[in-house]
């Protein structure tokens, strides 16, 4: 049977087929629906682990014990999971061990455009790219085979356009696979010195049986049209310089990405009039062509940022100007925003009043950097903020701490922030840390985390106590406030800037978007009894806005969270009649 398949759930599904037991991995859009989907087969076995290390050596310990598995991240969670990831190339695997990465051409939901190529390259692991969510199926199947051909991990890499779209897949049986017997070899898995230098040798053994595979392997596929122009291309790329130039244009279509072929490109190349290399992100096929003298237009024509298109392609080759049809007014811009409810939004606005310098962390809340609001100093990654404020007492002294907080979700903390809390402890700082605990993982879709006492397939577990875990890291000072009780946080917040040891303080009001979060009602605004002061304008809520002269609340985006009448301090925030 045949039927619609997002490119992530295909991932799922071919995982499944391939008699796959085990998944570990962290959410991470566009990756994070394969897990989800791997959650709904009773067959297979999935959680959420707290990062994306843990996450993949959960999955090299399955491996290695005998069952088929996978772990699956955003670009940047790779970057997290790169110390396992060099050192299972070297010891290789038991049964079959796949990674899924999806990159983010584009930056829909990242800090920036990292080309996971690269670490295919850089620890030597084996990686294909679908272009559809057929391919991304029939890879999964095909990369577990070869994972247990050559003694190696995988890599899938997808792309959010790859990962996000639907084609028809056609369902097949899963293979059932018995576990693998475990035989104990220290040579192979124990990764001192003296055995990761005889392991080496296997590597690059490896590494030139792969180089010629990639030669004849029907994962790279030739297609010849008119040969007056050539694409070497891949994944995306490939549909849309295809969907440009039809049949007026040949393609070298690469599905196995890395290692890349040699006398192929050649073949190709010399096949067709003018041969262009179509890549989103870094000129990683270019840079191989070119290493073999092959003659190739890469990115002199394309562009090295953001996602490619047919027009973006046809205008790199022939210089054409896609037409558009265009409406006559403008249409109003639609910037990200906190949504109503939001309890982070209770924490900025008492942040803003008292005027503090806020390193921020990724989640929902690195929103606060946009207007009205605007109050985050920096973000650079997942539990950077922790060490981000500790670093700026370091260089700035106790006087920087006194007006400096670190801001971090709950999922975030227990991610890589708890770390960056024990150095300060340990080290004599004195920075105050603001967990901002909403009971879920909220920017990549509400998953649970081990704050929430629920796994991925919301069985009860243990839940971490946050209280407890701060104390245990030796911070004597941690208090819980609730974000929209403004005054006691402004209050708390003073208090703890100015004490001279570290503090943390647990911001706690659960997300607005849950299903058991209910708030009393609706709010509407008085005109009588408003001043106009725009206080509550101040606090970035997308139900209130301006009307004329008027402010107003829209009806249709209150959830009736009740903040902003904390904010007004005339009373002219008043329950909806009847509600």
């Not at 009860?460 to 009780?485: H, N, S």
């Not at 408003?530 to 008027?550: F, V």
Request: charged share 25%.
């Amino acid at each position: 049977m045949k039927r619609l398949y997002l490119g992530n759930e295909a991932i799922a599904r071919g995982a499944y087929e391939a008699g796959v037991t085990v998944f570990s991995s962290y959410p991470g859009t566009p990756s994070t629906e394969i897990t989800e989907y791997a959650a709904t087969y009773d067959a297979m076995y999935a959680e959420w682990a707290p990062n994306e290390k843990v996450a993949l050596e959960a999955a090299i310990g399955a491996s290695i014990a005998g069952a088929r598995s996978m772990s699956c991240m955003k670009h940047v969670g790779l970057n997290v999971a790169a110390d396992p990831l060099f050192t299972v190339a070297y010891t290789g695997v038991n049964a079959g061990l796949v990674i899924c990465v999806a990159d983010d051409p584009g930056m829909h939901s990242s800090q920036n455009e990292q080309d996971s190529r690269h670490y295919a390259r850089a620890a030597k692991v084996m990686m294909l790219e679908p272009a559809d969510s057929t391919e991304c199926k029939e890879f999964v199947k095909r990369a577990y085979a070869l994972s247990e051909e050559y003694d190696t991990p995988v890599f899938i890499r997808l792309s959010t356009r790859i990962a996000h779209s639907q084609s028809l897949v056609e369902e097949c049986e899963r293979e059932e696979r018995a576990l693998k017997e475990y035989v104990k070899n220290p040579g192979k898995y124990v990764m001192m010195p003296a055995m990761a230098r005889g392991r080496h040798v296997v590597v690059e053994q490896r590494q030139a049986a792969l180089a010629q595979f990639a030669e004849t392997t029907d994962l790279n596929k030739a297609e010849y049209n008119n040969k007056k122009i050539g694409f070497i291309t891949s994944g995306t790329s490939y549909l849309f310089a295809k969907e440009a130039f039809g049949t007026d244009a040949s393609y070298l279509k690469l599905g196995m990405v890395y290692p890349l072929p040699t006398q192929l490109l050649r073949d190709f190349a010399a096949n067709v009039d003018e041969c262009y290399v179509a890549e989103e992100l870094d000129p990683f096929f270019e840079e191989h062509c070119k290493a073999l003298g092959i003659k190739v237009i890469g990115k002199k024509r394309f562009s090295l940022l953001g996602e490619y298109s047919p027009e973006l392609i046809r205008k790199a080759v022939l210089g054409e100007e896609a037409s558009f049809i265009t409406a006559d007014e403008s249409i109003p811009p639609r910037p990200p925003v906190m949504c109503a409810g939001c309890p982070h939004r209770g924490t900025f606005t008492a942040l803003k009043q008292l005027g503090v310098r806020i390193s921020g962390d990724i989640g929902c809340y690195t929103l606060a950097a946009l207007p009205p609001l605007s109050v985050l100093d920096t973000t650079v990654c997942m539990g950077a903020s922790v060490s981000i404020a500790h670093g700026m007492e370091l260089a700035a002294g106790r006087d920087v701490a006194k007006n400096t907080v670190a801001v971090i979700g709950d999922s975030t903390f227990m991610h890589s922030g708890i770390t960056g809390l024990i150095d300060i402890v340990y080290n004599k700082g004195t920075s105050t840390v603001i967990i901002l605990d909403n009971s879920i993982t909220g920017m990549t879709g509400h998953q649970q985390n081990p704050t929430t006492g629920k796994t991925l397939k919301n069985e009860a577990t243990k839940q971490v106590d946050l209280v407890k875990l701060c104390e245990a890291v030796g911070v004597e000072r941690v208090t819980v406030v609730d974000p929209f009780d403004i005054d006691n946080f402004k209050k708390v917040v003073k208090e703890e800037l100015a004490a001279d040891e570290p503090s943390v303080i647990i911001a706690q009001r659960p997300c607005a978007l849950l299903k058991n979060v209910a708030f009393e009602g609706r709010r509407t605004i008085s005109q009588e009894k408003c001043k106009k002061c725009q206080a509550c304008m101040k606090i970035g809520c997308p139900a209130i806005s301006k009307n004329g002269d008027d402010i107003v609340i829209n009806p249709a985006l209150c959830v009736g969270c009740g903040f902003c009448a904390r904010v007004c301090k005339f009373g002219a925030i008043e329950m909806e009649a009847g509600k």
